[in-house]
């Protein structure tokens, strides 16, 4: 990660703990603004989708509770995301383009999940 913020314009970084994606994310970005998540991004691990299951569980908690396999995100500049992935590819560690983020207006919550095809 040091390496990253030496090289590229790390906008924020953030671990994705106890809170998950909902709780911790807004925690980064200037109020006026929000997340995008694109929720197909990743390979959600499949013990997941058995809490969810097993527990009656929505998906909008799901994402405020666990991390839903994505351990922390690094908000950079859209075009440096393929040299920053392929670095931590590298490394060993599994990184993907997840979302983006946008200006909002104060209707809108801070954290949204979307398909792929909704994007802007």
């Avoid at 922390?72 to 440096?80: F, P």
């Avoid at 946008?102 to 919550?109: F, L, T």
Wanted: with cysteine.
């Amino acid at each position: 990660i040091l390496n990253l913020i030496k090289n590229f314009s790390i906008k924020g970084l953030v671990h994705i703990t106890g809170g998950g994606f909902i709780d911790n994310i807004p925690r980064i970005i200037p109020d006026p603004c929000r997340a995008v998540i694109f929720k197909e991004s990743w390979k959600i691990p499949p013990i997941f989708s058995l809490i969810g299951k097993m527990g009656n569980i929505d998906d909008e908690e799901m994402y405020r509770v666990f991390n839903m396999g994505v351990g922390m995100m690094v908000i950079a500049r859209e075009k440096d995301a393929p040299e920053i992935i392929e670095r931590l590819d590298k490394l060993g560690e599994k990184a993907y383009p997840i979302g983006y983020i946008e200006k909002r207006d104060k209707s809108q919550p801070s954290i949204s999940f979307i398909e792929r095809n909704e994007r802007r």
